[in-house]
């Protein structure tokens, strides 16, 4: 069993500012802002919303296949990848451009700007998701990507009798209602933040209580607060993992998920995999990128020990 991984493949380029950004902002003018900051620290990372999933998943021993485009500049990106365990045999390489960009100032609250450069990920739509190598029992993830490509898959999954995963995420803005109602209303799982779950209730026009009833579960991730789980006959928040060093909150979400998405395909409590996924998040919370956190299935399971009781049922995954 493998999850497809069709978000966003990109470069992020990370920035530390060191002020806050609120203290420039004049309520009155937002209109007119016009804004320029200096950074004091800069880092190039590999990211991507499906990368950033397919990272933590792999490195967890989890069947992690990346479907999705990149540019003529992922030959490097893909080698690291692969050497996690990722598949990147389902990326299409777009020859005439480069890989999309993330561009992310943080400031010392942990505030974020950000703007990106589609580059190559405005091909998406163009991959089809029965060119994917896929088995019945498989599951799609359908991350922030190009729109018109999460609309393919949302459309798509359910014609190959794929069980879906749907993550709008910052995408939410930018589909129609009845394309994040048919999201919603397909998905085997939906995955949000708390601040998306507001926005998807008012772009679709359900009440929380709607939505929350048409997936198995729903994950609505509460930042230094944890995740809430939702699924039949469960509701229950786990905890973060507190006492941490925040060095960059970027691609905190997607670790989640990696670590998640472990637990799940194994076939663990829903309660399990999201103290699995709070683990992740917490591994990566503490590194500055989304890709820089590494342990051993040993280590991961020994700190996850400290913070939560999973009965022994880890031992039993290989």
């Known amino acids: 069993m493998k999850v497809i991984l069709t978000g966003s493949i990109a470069f992020d380029y990370l920035m530390q500012f060191p002020g806050l950004f609120k203290d420039h902002l004049i309520a009155e003018h937002l209109d007119k802002v016009s804004l320029s900051f200096l950074v004091h620290k800069m880092i190039k990372q590999d990211g991507g919303v499906g990368p950033n999933i397919a990272y933590t998943l792999a490195m967890l ?62 091909d998406a739509a163009e991959l089809p998701l029965a060119e994917a190598d896929f088995e019945e029992n498989d599951f799609v993830m359908v991350s922030p990507s190009d729109p018109g490509a999460m609309r393919r898959y949302i459309r798509e999954a359910p014609e190959l009798g794929l069980r879906m995963l749907f993550d709008p995420g910052q995408q939410i803005i930018s589909m129609d209602a009845d394309t994040l109602r048919d999201g919603v209303e397909h998905a085997h799982g939906l995955f949000i933040n ?29 930042a230094e607060h944890g995740a809430r789980v939702v699924a039949a006959g469960l509701d229950c928040v786990v905890p973060a993992i507190g006492g941490l060093v925040v060095r960059d909150p970027t691609g905190v979400g997607d670790a989640f998920r990696g670590g998640f998405l472990r637990g799940y395909m194994a076939g663990l409590p829903l309660k399990v995999c999201v103290e699995l996924g709070n683990t992740a998040a917490a591994y990566c919370i503490q590194e500055a990128g989304p890709q820089c956190h590494k342990y051993s299935w040993a280590e991961f399971v020994a700190f996850y020990r400290e913070h939560f009781d999973d009965e022994g049922l880890l031992d039993e995954i290989e």
């Open 194 to 222: 708390e601040y998306e779950f507001e926005l998807l209730q008012k772009h679709t026009g359900w009440s929380a209580e709607e939505i929350l009833a048409k997936p198995v579960f729903t994950v609505v991730t509460l």
């Open 61 to 122: 021993g989890g069947n992690a296949y990346l479907f999705s485009t990149a540019g003529q500049d992922f030959g490097e990106y893909a080698r690291r990848l692969e050497q996690v365990g990722v598949d990147t045999s389902g990326v299409r390489i777009i020859p005439d451009k480069f890989t999309a960009s993330f561009f992310a100032t943080t400031d010392r609250s942990n505030a974020q700007i950000a703007t990106f450069y589609t580059g190559a990920m405005a």
